[in-house]
């Protein structure tokens, strides 16, 4: 089993910061490919950045470059994603999730944590 617990979330006023975090350990923790995934209210989960583990290589959703960063450290093997100037369609629960494979589909991603909500409003 892969246990991935994701932690920082709260609420923020918009053009605030946050950073998340995923901690993911387990004798079936072997990520080719690990990501964050959200779901809006209403709306269907969506990837929102994606990192080659070994690598680093990055991959970033259209409504969130030049806004948030994704990282990682190995050797922890915890994810983070760094989410600047956070709107408010950034309202959403963050998931974490590893592929076994490089894919940034949500059904190729076989381990998934519970969530962190993030809350952007006024």
């Known amino acids: 089993q892969v246990q991935i617990i994701e932690s920082g979330g709260g609420l923020v006023q918009p053009g605030g910061s946050l950073i998340l975090s995923c901690a993911a350990s387990g004798r079936a923790f072997s990520p080719v490919v690990m990501g964050w995934f959200r779901r809006a209210p209403g709306k269907e989960r969506e990837i929102v950045s994606a990192?080659?583990?070994?690598?680093?290589?990055?991959y970033y959703a259209d409504s969130v470059k030049d806004r948030f960063a994704i990282s990682r450290d190995i050797t922890k093997g915890t994810l983070y994603l760094q989410l600047n100037r956070l709107k408010t369609e950034d309202t959403a629960v963050y998931y974490c999730?590893?592929?076994?494979?490089?894919?940034?589909?949500?059904?190729?991603?076989?381990?998934w944590g519970q969530g962190t909500q993030v809350t952007v409003s006024s």
């Open positions: 999730a590893q592929s076994p494979r490089w894919s940034i589909t949500a059904n190729s991603f076989d381990s």
């Open positions: 990192t080659r583990w070994t690598d680093g290589g990055t």
